[in-house]
């Protein structure tokens, strides 16, 4: 009887070890999975919030007069004193696991496509390049929608899963290229149009 007891006991110890093990290294993830990612469009503004960002098209609640986004995506010509200063196509990451897998089973990305991450509430967040193949942008964004913190992220050194962490606080972080917000001329302070159904 007391050998049962013991031989469960050891049972549970080994599980609970295999569990934590999982969750430290991000195994969950590849085993349970992801799911399908949401998409859309975030356009970085240089106007502040007071200031509608460009549309494409006007709508009833917006009082910009349209612009037109040219083929690049970036550059977009200036509407009532904001210019949009480029444009993203972005796979949303809302859920924990979307988050914790983020962009690291990704080769590459084009110039113009990033990651949104949105938190359930704005705080203070850390970012690692968990086995990263290529440098980014780690660009941090409030709940006002205002850019708080740029990072010029490098990938991890070779053997190294990641090697240094990015802080910031915002409710939001757009990964992009690295070089995208000096290309752009994306700054703190600048206003970020995020897709529609982000909150």
Not at 21 to 46: F, H, M, P, S
Not at 77 to 96: F, M, N, Q, W
Request: hydrophobic share 35%.
């Amino acid at each position: 009887m007391a050998r049962r007891a013991v031989v469960a006991l050891v049972g549970v110890i080994v599980a609970l070890a295999v569990a934590v093990l999982a969750l430290q290294t991000g195994l969950w993830v590849d085993v349970v999975g992801v799911g399908e990612y949401d998409r859309g469009t975030v356009t970085v503004t240089d106007s502040d919030n007071s200031t509608p960002c460009c549309t494409t098209t006007p709508t009833e609640t917006t009082t910009a007069a349209p612009c037109t986004v040219p083929p690049n995506r970036t550059a977009v010509a200036t509407c009532e004193g904001s210019r949009a200063l480029g444009t993203v196509d972005v796979r949303i990451a809302d859920t924990p696991r979307q988050r914790r897998l983020g962009l690291s089973d990704t080769e590459s990305l084009g110039p113009n496509e990033g990651m949104l991450f949105v938190h359930d509430e704005e705080g203070e967040y850390g970012y690692v390049m968990r086995d990263m193949d290529f440098d980014i942008d780690i660009i941090f964004i409030d709940a006002n929608r205002t850019i708080t913190t740029i990072h010029h992220a490098s990938k991890p050194p070779e053997g190294e899963s990641y090697s240094q962490q990015y802080s910031g606080r915002g409710k939001y972080v757009l990964e992009v290229n690295r070089g995208w917000a000096n290309r752009t001329g994306t700054s703190v302070g600048d206003t970020v149009e995020l897709p529609a159904g982000v909150d």
